[in-house]
């Protein structure tokens, strides 16, 4: 197996090349550790001696201790090195004057998940934006994009459907790292704030998490495993359905179902969906939609990887469901990230029209057409901001 070196390694290596006398700043979770399971913070405050000033958390909290959307997270003290946390998911999700004071250089040390909809990427630009203004560098310290650097997947997002889970026209599954997303913020879309990216070393686009030789530490808390990432870039879109995405028990995104769902009859429509095999169970969550009452659904379970396409995958699933119950299927209503307004749907999917397709029952090979044009344009952009070829 490949050893990949992430960036904060890389970073370990050479402290000195990319930091110098300044005052640091520190956006990280619990996932941003390196191999040894050492967290960033620990390892920056060795290495730089009473240089790192501030620390910055995303959603889900500093220790990705909140469960659920909207959910915030307050300013703390980092009960270890005694310097104040700055919550981005709080009572604002965009950096103040303020917090950005203590600080010459932001260091950003999150693991993305190849998703349009995954927040942290949000926060990150906020941060750019603020890095601008407030006169601050950005070193971003690059980690794997879970679910490989190679397939790209779905509709990008349209301007009607904004939000704090789509600022920018990318799609659903982006094929990008943090880092070159970054980049593709900074330069692509006119953010223009002084950022530099550590590159890993190693690591190779066509690769899944599991090919990288790293530990997964789950970035938010449900997202446990990589097989849980791989599936997200489409099992997300039941968050925006009254169909469970299995939040509330051991194995969410893989888990999906609801009490009214006829399994046999969905599982004779779905069984040649290319790279999956769907095993019937019955779930109870603990928590969230259907909470303590049993929901008739299936596990994901990815037979290959390469030939699944998790966006069109859910996509065929929910028009299957649709079909079969379409009495009982309703989308969830808002508030959704903030949005109290537009159904949650739309913005997860990032388009009004396709949730009018699929009410519709428009096969799915026909929707994904319209789209392949600007996704094909979308390719051709970001292979320019490509930091591994």
Same mark, same amino acid.
């Given at each position: @197996? ?12 050479? *402290? ?9 700043? #520190?956006?990280?979770?619990? &996932? ?22 501030? #620390? ?19 300013? @703390? ?6 310097? *104040? ?42 941060? #750019? ?14 980690? *794997? ?38 980049? #593709? ?12 990216? !550590? ?14 030789? +790293?530990?997964? !530490? ?8 990589? !097989? ?37 009859? !969905? &599982? ?46 859910? +996509? ?74």
């Amino acid at each position: @197996m490949t050893t990949v070196r992430t960036g904060l390694e890389e970073l370990m290596a050479e *402290p000195r090349r990319w930091v110098g006398d300044e005052r640091i700043g #520190l956006l990280c979770n619990p &996932a941003s550790v390196d191999r040894a399971l050492t967290h960033a913070r620990t390892l920056i405050h060795q290495a730089f001696s009473g240089k790192l000033k501030a #620390l910055y958390s995303p959603q889900h909290g500093f220790f990705a201790e909140k469960q659920d959307n909207m959910i915030e997270s307050q300013d @703390m003290l980092d009960p270890a090195l005694k310097i *104040p946390v700055f919550s981005l998911y709080g009572q604002s999700r965009v950096p103040s004057e303020r917090m950005f004071a203590p600080i010459d250089v932001l260091l950003v040390d999150l693991q993305d998940v190849g998703t349009r909809v995954y927040t942290f990427i949000y926060t990150l630009s906020y941060c #750019l934006e603020a890095a601008l203004k407030y006169n601050v560098r950005v070193l971003v310290l690059d980690r *794997p994009n879970p679910v490989n650097g190679i397939d790209i997947e779905g509709n990008l997002l349209a301007s009607d459907c904004k939000s704090f889970v789509g600022r920018f026209p990318i799609p659903m599954r982006h094929g990008l790292t943090i880092g070159e997303l970054a980049v #593709l913020f900074n330069d692509h879309f006119d953010i223009g704030c002084n950022l530099e990216v !550590i590159p890993m070393k190693g690591w190779k686009r066509r690769m899944l998490f599991a090919d990288t030789g +790293l530990p997964w !530490i789950a970035p938010s808390p449900n997202l446990p495993t990589p !097989i849980s990432a791989l599936v997200y870039p489409g099992q997300v879109l039941w968050e925006g359905t009254n169909v469970s995405e299995g939040r509330g028990t051991a194995q969410p995104f893989e888990l999906f179902g609801a009490p009214y769902i006829d399994v046999s009859k !969905i &599982a004779a429509q779905i069984e040649k969906i290319a790279g999956v095999l769907f095993r019937p169970v019955v779930f109870e969550p603990t928590s969230n939609k259907w909470r303590e009452t049993p929901c008739n659904g299936f596990q994901i379970h990815v037979m290959e990887p390469l030939c699944y396409r998790p966006y069109k995958t859910t +996509l065929q699933l929910l028009r299957t469901i649709l079909a079969e119950h379409r009495e009982q299927f309703k989308w969830k209503p808002p508030p959704y990230e903030y949005e109290f307004e537009r159904l949650p749907i739309d913005l997860i999917i990032g388009n009004r029209s396709i949730r009018k397709r699929l009410e519709n029952l428009e096969p799915i090979d026909a929707i994904e057409a319209d789209w392949q044009e600007e996704l094909d344009q979308y390719k051709k952009i970001s292979r320019k901001f490509h930091i591994y070829k």
